[in-house]
C-alpha cells in the first residue's frame, strides 16, 4: 500500500502543488517564494522522514499571507489523502 498524496490548489491569490510520500527518505523540494516557510517545510520533510515536493507561486509581493495559508490548506489535505483508511496508526501520550 502507498502512503502518497498529490494535491493542486489554484485561487486568485497563489497556485499550489504539493506532493508526499510519508515512506519517503526525508527527499524534500520547496519552493514557495517565502524564505523561511521554505525553511520550515524543508526541515517537516527532513526531520519527519517523508518526501515533501511544495510548488507554489503566489502574491507575495503584497505579503505571504495567502501563500502559506494556501500551501497549509493543501498539504493538509495532501497528508489526509496519503493516510488513507488510517490503519496502523496508534496513538501516543505522555505524561509527567
Known amino acids: 500500500m502507498s502512503r502518497i498524496g498529490r494535491v493542486e490548489r ?6 499550489v502543488l504539493v506532493e508526499i ?3 519517503g ?3 524534500t523540494e520547496i519552493s514557495t ?3 523561511f516557510f521554505d525553511h520550515m517545510l524543508d526541515a517537516l520533510g527532513k526531520h ?10 503566489g502574491d507575495v509581493g503584497l ?3 495567502h501563500t502559506v495559508e494556501d500551501v497549509a ?12 483508511d488510517k490503519k496502523g ?6 505524561a509527567w
Open 10 to 15: 489554484a485561487t486568485l491569490e497563489s497556485k
Open 89 to 94: 496508526i496508534r496513538r501516543f501520550g505522555d
Open 21 to 23: 510520500d510519508l515512506d
Open 48 to 57: 519527519g522522514a517523508f518526501d515533501l515536493s511544495v510548488r507554489a507561486r
Open 25 to 27: 527518505t526525508g527527499s
Open 73 to 84: 490548506i493543501v498539504l493538509g489535505q495532501a497528508l489526509r489523502q496519503a493516510l488513507g
Open 63 to 65: 505579503d505571504a499571507h
Open 33 to 35: 517564494g517565502v524564505p
